[in-house]
């Protein structure tokens, strides 16, 4: 009875309560953050290794491009039907 009344007139036994939710909130947090593992990578500035990424991306474009010429050589001659349809 005496938790309810304090409750209802808005006594201190609300605002206790309060804080002492928040402690126990904030403490959660830190000792959540205490026991999570550290990063094992080292992170070092500078490129991240992309320099080789992107000549090997190159080198494989480039071969696409000479393999579809090479397929669009093979193929026959043909007359361009579509070229005079809106003369």
């Not at 309560?17 to 205490?34: N, Q």
């Amino acid at each position: 009875m005496r938790d309810r009344n304090d409750l209802n007139q808005g006594g201190g036994y609300a605002s206790e309560k309060r804080e002492d939710r928040a402690v126990r909130s904030t403490k959660g947090v830190i000792d959540y953050s205490v026991k999570q593992q550290e990063n094992t990578t080292p992170q070092t500035p500078g490129t991240g290794g992309m320099t080789q990424g992107l000549s090997i991306q190159q080198e494989r474009q480039r071969k696409m491009g000479e393999a579809k010429e090479r397929a669009q050589r093979f193929r026959p001659e043909m007359d361009d039907t579509m070229d005079d349809i809106y003369d």
